[in-house]
């Protein structure tokens, strides 16, 4: 397990988080925030800052993080990167692909892909526009989805209100209709600091691809698939109001959830093992059993055996861990967080 933070620090685990590894900062790095990193076995991780112009960088270790080499630094000055997501295809010869996003520039959302493990790095020709206002966050590396199919889906906020945005191949396989990309709005709280902060799938987004088979989202082929977003608004954390909805169609309509989490959201996942979705955020963490529509506290007020705050102050979540500020660490352990 690898984990990330500001300051440039990057923790490395090998023994389920007993013992956390210091990694060596990269060269350069040392005041930057690394928002998202992606680990390919135990060996090799591509770390992600997030941060206006070049403070957006790619570092990559292949020696259990001892050393780091700068691999990608973001050409555009008003940009901002906010999520980094790679899958993997299992052929002859297998290949990492992997998708990063970032905020608009010249009012279009910036997307940059690799086919090499992400040695190299080109700019997209397909382009997402956006709206006056519109942007992504990079609050938990988790604003974006990119699975199986290689289909990608990110979801959004600010001013002009939250939506959803994939390509339309994801709905309707049809060779004679161009690429655009659709999608619907999320009815979440909407401001220059709020709106969609994380996207999760029930789909299993992780699952290789073998012999050129394909996965595809939105119920197409038929597939049960449910979405969920969280957020809300991150400087009035204990506003319940517009931090969850889910859609069955991939995104096309999603609708408010009725019993929302108990305020802002950073992060969600989906566990498939016990069908249990999970968002975490500064205030507290919720689960819901029925696919995003209803969510309740992890903890009940009565629950005086769990560790204080164990539910509390957390950005981000990747099973069976979460991480929070100050260094902060958790472990999911049947009912509750474990620090």
Not at 222 to 238: S, Y
Not at 251 to 267: C, D, L, M
Not at 281 to 306: C, K, M, Q, V
């Amino acid at each position: 397990m690898w984990a990330s933070g500001t300051n440039g620090i990057v923790l490395r685990t090998t023994n389920g988080g007993e013992h956390w590894q210091i990694c060596a900062t990269p060269t350069g790095a040392e005041n930057l925030d690394f928002r998202g990193i992606q680990a390919f076995n135990a060996h090799t991780a591509i770390v992600m800052s997030s941060g206006r112009g070049a403070l957006s960088r790619l570092y990559k270790t292949t020696d259990d993080c001892r050393s780091w080499r700068l691999i990608l630094t973001n050409p555009d000055p008003d940009g901002f990167w906010d999520a980094v997501k790679f899958t993997i295809a299992e052929t002859e010869r297998p290949y990492r692909t992997g998708v990063l996003y970032g905020d608009p520039v010249r009012d279009e959302f910036v997307e940059f892909l690799t086919y090499d493990f992400g040695e190299t790095w080109s700019r997209s020709p397909e382009r997402v526009s956006a709206r006056p206002g519109e942007r992504m966050f990079a609050a938990s590396n988790s604003a974006l989805l990119y699975g199986p199919g290689v289909w990608t889906l990110i979801v959004t906020g600010g001013a002009s209100g939250s939506r959803s945005r994939t390509k339309q191949y994801n709905f309707q396989h049809d060779p004679y209709v161009p690429y655009r990309f659709v999608g619907g709005d999320i009815p979440l709280a909407f401001s220059e600091t709020a709106g969609a902060f994380s996207v999760a799938t029930s789909l299993a987004g992780e699952a290789p691809l073998r012999g050129g088979s394909e996965k595809w989202i939105g119920g197409v082929y038929g597939l049960p698939v449910t979405l969920v977003a969280v957020g809300g608004d991150f400087h009035n954390p204990e506003r319940s109001k517009g931090s969850a909805a889910f859609t069955v169609d991939g995104g096309q309509h999603w609708t408010a959830s009725a019993k929302p989490p108990h305020g802002y959201r950073s992060a969600v996942v989906y566990d498939g093992q016990t069908k249990v979705w999970i968002t975490v955020g500064p205030n507290g963490t919720d689960i819901s059993t029925d696919d995003g529509r209803n969510w309740r506290a992890l903890f009940p007020d009565t629950a005086s055996h769990e560790p204080a705050n164990a539910d509390r102050d957390w950005n981000a979540i990747s099973l069976p861990f979460v991480v929070g500020p100050h260094g902060r660490i958790g472990k999911l352990r049947g009912s509750a967080f474990q620090r």
